[in-house]
């Protein structure tokens, strides 16, 4: 079995990168600066790398210390969770990692009901672009987004999307859209890590060139519909995703929803042995409900 570094090094070393500072991050540990200095030079000495460039100006991670801190930031993070809920008495705990906007625009709006139905289940969600790492145990289930490639992984399509251009009704109004043609007139929002682009739908329903410049990109999809409802321009998204947008009539599909690029683009990842823990599968089996309801629901 290979040995692995000290804890107390990776957690001096963790803290030191988060912080950017030994001062703080001793302050942080209630350790001296010296402390946490050699628990640091420990850790350098046994990798046989630089993590650090010191000077007189301060501390600066070198890019083999940011490399290594990608890999084991999210392994200090469930250890330290871990040791918390069996030191608190927490032995039900579901840890879930999301994309973020589908966690902001969908998930969060339906949690309450999976709360108040398993009262007996206690949850930890996080969300961000970068994907878990199940060998890690940083996550019990990882909501993805994007083309599935997971292998050794289970992998459930949530549903079925319909990408349409959204715009506020004002927006609309003001430029008269009345054919896809039309939006080759007025400012385009791009979603930088959509699986459908502006390309894509202009190729599928107006036979036209996409244009080459944006107005503005954004990375979430949350930021596209929020740019869309100021005005900004017309984004191109998931009905799904932006359901709450198009109930409360802050946006609207520009041409309906009959001329969507229809996409599975989202979906539960996990491990098969996680679905035999009691609490994965009563969330796998909510989400599954959840996501049918949301099938089932599609009419704007």
């Given at each position: ?147 599935p490639n997971w292998p050794g992984l ?147």
């Amino acid at each position: 079995m290979a040995v692995l570094p000290p804890l107390p090094n990776l957690q001096a070393f963790e803290a030191v990168a988060r912080r950017k500072s030994f001062a703080l991050a001793a302050a942080e540990l209630h350790l001296t600066a010296s402390a946490v200095s050699h628990q640091v030079a420990r850790l350098e000495s046994y990798l046989g790398i630089r993590l650090f460039e010191r000077s007189a100006h301060g501390v600066r991670i070198t890019t083999a210390g940011e490399s290594y801190l990608a890999r084991i930031q999210g392994a200090i993070s469930a250890i330290t969770a871990a040791s918390v809920d069996v030191r608190q008495g927490v032995n039900n705990t579901l840890y879930i990692h999301s994309a973020p906007s589908i966690a902001s625009l969908w998930l969060m709006a339906r949690l309450n009901d999976f709360a108040r139905n398993h009262p007996e289940i206690t949850f930890n969600l996080s969300a961000a672009h970068s994907q878990s790492n199940f060998e890690l145990g940083e996550v019990d289930i990882d909501i993805r987004y994007g083309i599935p490639n997971w292998p050794g992984l289970v992998v459930e399509p949530l549903f079925e999307e319909r990408i349409v251009p959204l715009a506020s009704p004002a927006f609309m109004r003001e430029y008269k859209l009345r054919k896809p043609a039309d939006l080759l007139g007025v400012k385009l929002i791009r979603s930088n890590v959509s699986v459908v682009q502006w390309a894509d739908w202009f190729g599928e329903f107006a036979q036209v060139r996409a244009p080459d410049q944006f107005a503005v990109r954004f990375d979430r999809a949350q930021m596209s519909l929020d740019a869309a409802t100021q005005g900004l321009g017309v984004a191109l998204e998931s009905a799904t995703v932006a359901a709450r947008h198009i109930e409360e009539k802050k946006l609207k599909p520009v041409f309906g929803l009959e001329r969507a690029i229809k996409v599975k683009a989202h979906f539960a990842v996990y491990p098969a042995h996680h679905a035999r823990r009691p609490a994965v599968a009563a969330f796998l089996e909510w989400l599954r409900e959840q996501a049918g309801g949301q099938n089932a629901s599609h009419a704007y």
